[in-house]
């Protein structure tokens, strides 16, 4: 019928002929990649020395066969069977306990360029014979090849080097299966031959580079033939329990928001706050010029958490747990029982020992281990001194997310100069309750004003008040 506009459904389309994807189990990564790496194909992990190529393709392997039962292969040219199991036994990745159980087949192949003579024609036969042997052995779905540079180190024809380069993706293929190579950067081009990042179907770069004497580690997808991916440069992280990177968000904006409140410690505070203190899971940020009690007000919270029974992660970037307990003593806030008996936590660091994906790392992994009701982070404004303030708000953007997909209750200190510090977050439009302190002078002494700048989704008064810390606590007149 004219003007009839009708869908129509392609009865010969099957679902099978979407990309399959291989999931590396590898943190953060499969979530810029909605699924891993392209099952059944080539990838290529690009990267200098020391930028954690192997360590990537070790990991892809052991995950395959822990997390998903997929044996794996791994074809060594630089580091023997021996060495590789050294290197990565403090990440706990028991290779030689896998190569018994026939779980892991490890192939060293050595190649010395100098006891290479180039006659006649080039051939990979004797590598795909010796490849399917390994594979045939476990039964292999995945497999590495580490580095590719190496394995053609003894040959200078070009074309011949071409040819076989895709004779060997080819031949993997064929195989199905989901490879990783890893290969050195190159001049001018993604790799040292600047055609293996045309016949991979996925193309990674592995970056490590210095910033102001601070080490950050960058990992980017070039290419991802097939499949939509994240196409910026991401933070990563080796640490004790392998390769973790940190995409920009890690979740969507989906998390739940639960009603119920938590006491801020203070009952004036909660009076302030139509008399109930915070929502659970929300973000508050207390800011103010020095001495004016942000870090009061953040002890006196996690005293509240503990007193309710419920676990509190307190992360101090400026001083050291016995100068904080001591401190708030003087106030009549006693913690130190609360560490004593597992509810309180008080990691101290000072923020220019790592870099920020460091910090963010180490902050996740006590959080996991914990599960806290509550992080308090005192204060985010050092974090300033390691980087730049976008990387900053990026890494505490990323925190918040987290947090809020926990429904953690998370409440951050920031240092500001000025009488007016509303404009001067990063983060200010993630925060749902902001406390801003000042100090005025009045006659001759000084006194701190706290206001209330915004709080989501509740009544809260507008009117400034007067802040007294002493002795006998924090009162708000």
Same mark, same amino acid.
């Given at each position: 019928?004219?003007?009839?506009?009708?869908?129509?459904?392609?009865?010969?389309?099957?679902?099978?002929?979407?990309?399959?994807?291989?999931?590396?189990?590898?943190?953060?990564?499969?979530?810029?990649? #909605? /699924?891993? =790496?392209?099952?059944?194909?080539? %990838?290529? $992990? *690009?990267?200098?020395?020391?930028?954690?190529? +192997? &360590?990537?393709?070790?990991?892809?392997?052991?995950?395959?066969?822990?997390?998903?039962?997929?044996?794996?292969?791994?074809?060594?040219?630089?580091?023997?069977?021996?060495?590789?199991?050294?290197?990565?036994?403090?990440?706990?990745?028991?290779?030689?306990?896998?190569?018994?159980?026939?779980?892991?087949?490890?192939?060293?192949?050595?190649?010395?360029?100098?006891?290479?003579?180039?006659?006649?024609?080039?051939?990979?036969?004797?590598?795909?014979?010796?490849?399917?042997?390994?594979?045939?052995?476990?039964?292999?779905?995945?497999?590495?090849?580490?580095?590719?540079?190496?394995?053609?180190?003894?040959?200078?024809?070009?074309?011949?080097?071409?040819?076989?380069?895709?004779?060997? #993706? /080819?031949? =993997?293929?064929?195989?199905?299966? %989901?490879? $990783? *190579?890893?290969?050195?950067?190159?001049?001018? +081009? &993604?790799?040292?031959?600047?055609?293996?990042?045309?016949?991979?179907?996925?193309?990674?770069?592995?970056?490590?580079?210095?910033?102001?004497?601070?080490?950050?580690?960058?990992?980017?997808?070039?290419?991802?033939?097939?499949?939509?991916?994240?196409?910026?440069?991401?933070?990563?992280?080796?640490?004790?329990?392998?390769?973790?990177?940190?995409?920009?968000?890690?979740?969507?904006?989906?998390?739940?928001?639960?009603?119920?409140?938590?006491?801020?410690?203070?009952?004036?505070?909660?009076?302030?706050?139509?008399?109930?203190?915070?929502?659970?899971?929300?973000?508050?940020?207390?800011?103010?010029?020095?001495?004016?009690?942000?870090?009061?007000?953040?002890?006196?919270?996690?005293?509240?958490?503990?007193?309710?029974?419920?676990?509190?992660?307190?992360?101090?970037?400026?001083?050291?747990?016995?100068?904080?307990?001591?401190?708030?003593?003087?106030?009549?806030?006693?913690?130190?029982?609360?560490?004593?008996?597992?509810?309180?936590?008080?990691?101290?660091?000072?923020?220019?020992?790592?870099?920020?994906?460091?910090?963010?790392?180490?902050?996740?992994?006590?959080?996991?281990?914990?599960?806290?009701?509550?992080?308090?982070?005192?204060?985010?404004?050092?974090?300033?001194?390691?980087?730049?303030?976008?990387?900053?708000?990026?890494?505490?953007?990323?925190?918040?997310?987290?947090?809020?997909?926990?429904?953690?209750?998370?409440?951050?200190?920031?240092?500001?100069?000025?009488?007016?510090?509303?404009?001067?977050?990063?983060?200010?439009?993630?925060?749902?309750?902001?406390?801003?302190?000042?100090?005025?002078?009045?006659?001759?002494?000084?006194?701190?004003?706290?206001?209330?700048?915004?709080?989501?989704?509740?009544?809260?008064?507008?009117?400034?008040?007067?802040?007294?810390?002493?002795?006998?606590?924090?009162?708000?007149?």
């Amino acid at each position: 019928m004219k003007g009839d506009v009708s869908l129509q459904t392609d009865e010969s389309f099957n679902e099978k002929e979407f990309l399959e994807k291989s999931s590396t189990g590898i943190q953060g990564f499969d979530e810029v990649t #909605f /699924g891993g =790496l392209p099952k059944g194909r080539p %990838t290529i $992990v *690009i990267g200098g020395p020391g930028s954690g190529k +192997t &360590l990537f393709a070790m990991e892809f392997l052991v995950n395959g066969v822990r997390m998903f039962n997929e044996p794996g292969v791994f074809v060594a040219f630089e580091e023997t069977e021996q060495d590789l199991r050294k290197n990565t036994a403090s990440l706990g990745f028991e290779i030689g306990k896998l190569v018994e159980e026939k779980k892991l087949f490890v192939d060293y192949i050595r190649i010395e360029r100098s006891e290479i003579e180039e006659t006649g024609e080039y051939d990979l036969q004797g590598l795909f014979v010796r490849l399917g042997f390994a594979i045939d052995s476990v039964g292999a779905k995945r497999i590495v090849l580490d580095t590719i540079e190496s394995m053609f180190s003894g040959l200078s024809n070009e074309l011949i080097l071409r040819a076989e380069l895709r004779r060997l #993706f /080819g031949w =993997l293929k064929e195989k199905g299966m %989901t490879a $990783v *190579i890893t290969a050195e950067k190159g001049t001018g +081009t &993604l790799t040292r031959y600047g055609l293996e990042e045309y016949v991979s179907d996925c193309v990674i770069v592995l970056d490590h580079r210095m910033t102001s004497q601070i080490s950050t580690r960058r990992l980017r997808i070039v290419k991802y033939r097939g499949s939509m991916h994240g196409t910026n440069e991401y933070p990563f992280i080796i640490d004790n329990k392998g390769f973790q990177l940190m995409p920009i968000t890690s979740a969507a904006l989906d998390y739940s928001v639960p009603k119920t409140r938590f006491t801020t410690g203070v009952a004036a505070l909660d009076e302030m706050l139509g008399g109930q203190g915070f929502f659970k899971g929300s973000t508050i940020m207390v800011s103010g010029s020095p001495g004016t009690g942000k870090t009061s007000i953040a002890n006196a919270f996690a005293n509240a958490v503990c007193q309710n029974g419920d676990r509190c992660i307190y992360f101090a970037l400026e001083e050291s747990p016995k100068q904080i307990f001591r401190n708030m003593n003087s106030i009549g806030i006693n913690l130190e029982p609360y560490v004593t008996q597992g509810l309180l936590q008080v990691i101290s660091t000072r923020p220019t020992l790592y870099g920020l994906e460091t910090h963010l790392s180490i902050m996740l992994r006590h959080i996991e281990e914990t599960s806290p009701s509550a992080v308090i982070i005192d204060p985010i404004s050092n974090l300033i001194n390691v980087a730049e303030e976008s990387d900053v708000k990026s890494m505490l953007t990323r925190m918040i997310d987290y947090l809020k997909t926990k429904q953690i209750t998370s409440l951050f200190t920031s240092l500001i100069s000025g009488d007016n510090g509303a404009n001067k977050s990063p983060i200010s439009s993630w925060i749902d309750t902001w406390f801003l302190l000042n100090a005025r002078q009045v006659d001759s002494e000084f006194a701190t004003t706290i206001r209330i700048v915004k709080s989501r989704g509740m009544p809260h008064t507008k009117r400034i008040r007067e802040l007294e810390i002493s002795d006998k606590g924090i009162s708000i007149k």
